[in-house]
């Protein structure tokens, strides 16, 4: 991404550790990064700022639901992800595997 923009991440969840490392690895990675412990405080953020994907905690329920079709009106693609191996979102090296390919979609 040397020669493109930066790739903003927007990263959303309460998991402290998992939020960390992702948070690490992505501006070694050259990203802007933002890390929120809500989806409140992320369509805050997303609504007010350039934010090109949105990785957030994996959880199941109406609140998630809503999230996501708010991104999805805001035209901001997201990917869930978990501290976990999870079959559902893969593992962590995975999800940022997800990520570095978005990115490219995205600056080409």
């Given at each position: 991404?040397?020669n493109?923009?930066a790739?903003?991440?927007?990263?959303?969840?309460s998991?402290?550790?998992s939020a960390s490392?992702?948070?690490?690895?992505?501006?070694?990675?050259?990203?802007?990064?933002?890390?929120?412990?809500?989806?409140?405080a992320?369509?805050?953020?997303a609504?007010?700022?350039?934010?090109?994907?949105?990785?957030?905690?994996?959880?199941?329920?109406?609140a998630?639901?809503?999230?996501?079709?708010?991104?999805a009106?805001?035209?901001?693609?997201h990917?869930?992800?978990?501290?976990?191996?999870?079959?559902?979102a893969?593992?962590?090296?995975?999800?940022?595997?997800?990520?570095?390919?978005?990115?490219?979609l995205?600056?080409?």
């Open positions: 991404m040397s493109h923009e790739l903003s991440v927007l990263i959303v969840g998991a402290a550790l490392l992702l948070r690490t690895c992505l501006l070694e990675a050259g990203c802007y990064v933002h890390v929120v412990g809500s989806m409140s992320a369509l805050m953020i609504d007010r700022r350039k934010v090109d994907v949105v990785l957030l905690e994996y959880s199941e329920g109406h998630t639901r809503s999230f996501c079709a708010a991104l009106e805001l035209d901001i693609p990917i869930f992800t978990t501290g976990l191996d999870d079959p559902h893969g593992s962590p090296s995975d999800q940022l595997s997800k990520v570095a390919s978005l990115a490219e995205r600056i080409s």
